[in-house]
C-alpha cells in the first residue's frame, strides 16, 4: 500500500522559507506513469494546488505562487520536496504530498489519488 | 483561470435518503473532473475521476455525472460514514487542478 508523510517544522518566521519533505513508501518514487504534488489547504478553507514534480525532475507550478515555489525530488531517497520563499501568514496552512494521476488534455494537470495525513505549517514570529 | 462553484455550500440529509451535490465549471473541462471526500482531520480522499469513474475501493453508492460544464455527485442511501465535505477538482485547463470551495455535508 503507498504511503505519503510529510515532514518539517510546523513553525516558520514570516520573510523566511517553508521547508517541507515527502516521503514515499511502498512504491516508487520514479515510477513514469505519476508526477508528485503539493496541496495546501488554510484552516477552514478549501484546497489549492502548489505545483507538481516528475521523477527527472520536471515541474509544474501554480501561477499564483510560482515566484516564491521550488520542488525538487530525490530518487534515491524516495522523497519530493517543497520550498516556499518570503513566507506570510497568509501561507498559514495544512500541507499535503499526494501522488498525481496526468491528465490528457493539457500538460501539467493532474489529480490526485493517494495523500499524506498532512501537516499544519504555522507562519507566525 | 477556471473557477469551480460547488452548490450547496451546506446540505442536511437524513441517513438512507440520497444526497445530491452540484459543480458548476465556468468554462468547459470535458469529463476531466474529480471528486474528493473529506473528514474532519483527515486528508481528502479520491472518489470519482474522469466525471464518472470510481477510485478504487470506493462503493457504489458514489456515482459522479456531467460533461462540460455542469457536473453531479450522487450518494445513494447515505451511510453515517458519508457525512463530510466534498470537493471537485477540475484537471483540464490551465491553470490547472482547481478545487471548488467545498460542500459540507450534515445529518438532518
Known amino acids: 500500500q503507498l504511503q505519503l508523510q510529510e515532514s518539517g517544522p510546523g513553525l516558520v518566521k514570516p520573510s523566511e522559507t517553508l521547508s517541507l519533505t515527502c516521503t514515499v513508501s511502498?512504491?516508487?518514487?520514479?515510477?513514469?506513469?505519476?508526477?508528485w504534488g503539493w496541496i495546501r489547504q488554510p484552516p477552514g478553507k478549501g484546497l489549492e494546488w502548489i505545483g507538481s514534480i516528475y521523477y527527472s525532475g520536471s515541474t509544474y507550478y501554480n501561477p499564483s505562487l510560482k515566484s516564491r515555489v521550488t520542488i525538487s525530488v530525490d530518487t534515491s531517497k524516495n522523497q519530493f520536496s517543497l520550498k516556499l520563499s518570503s513566507v506570510t501568514a497568509a501561507d498559514t496552512a495544512v500541507y499535503y504530498c499526494?501522488?498525481?494521476?496526468?491528465?490528457?488534455?493539457?500538460?501539467?494537470?493532474?489529480?490526485?489519488?493517494?495523500w499524506g495525513q498532512g501537516t499544519l505549517v504555522t507562519v507566525s514570529s | 483561470e477556471i473557477v469551480m462553484t460547488q452548490s450547496p455550500a451546506t446540505l442536511s440529509v437524513s441517513p438512507g435518503e440520497r444526497a445530491t451535490l452540484s459543480c458548476r465549471a465556468s468554462?468547459?473541462?470535458?469529463?476531466?473532473l474529480a471528486w474528493y471526500q473529506q473528514k474532519p482531520g483527515q486528508a481528502p480522499r479520491l472518489l470519482i475521476y474522469?466525471?464518472?469513474t470510481r477510485a478504487t475501493g470506493i462503493p457504489a453508492r458514489f456515482s459522479g455525472s456531467g460533461s462540460g460544464t455542469e457536473f453531479t455527485l450522487t450518494i445513494s442511501s447515505l451511510q453515517s460514514e458519508d457525512f463530510a465535505v466534498y470537493y471537485c477538482q477540475q484537471y483540464n485547463n490551465w491553470p490547472p487542478n482547481t478545487f471548488g470551495q467545498g460542500t459540507k455535508l450534515e445529518i438532518k
Open positions: 499526494a501522488r498525481a494521476i496526468p491528465g490528457i488534455a493539457v500538460a501539467g494537470t493532474q489529480y490526485f489519488d493517494y
Open positions: 474522469g466525471a464518472s
Open positions: 468554462q468547459s473541462v470535458s469529463s476531466n
Open positions: 511502498g512504491g516508487s518514487i520514479s515510477s513514469s506513469s505519476y508526477y
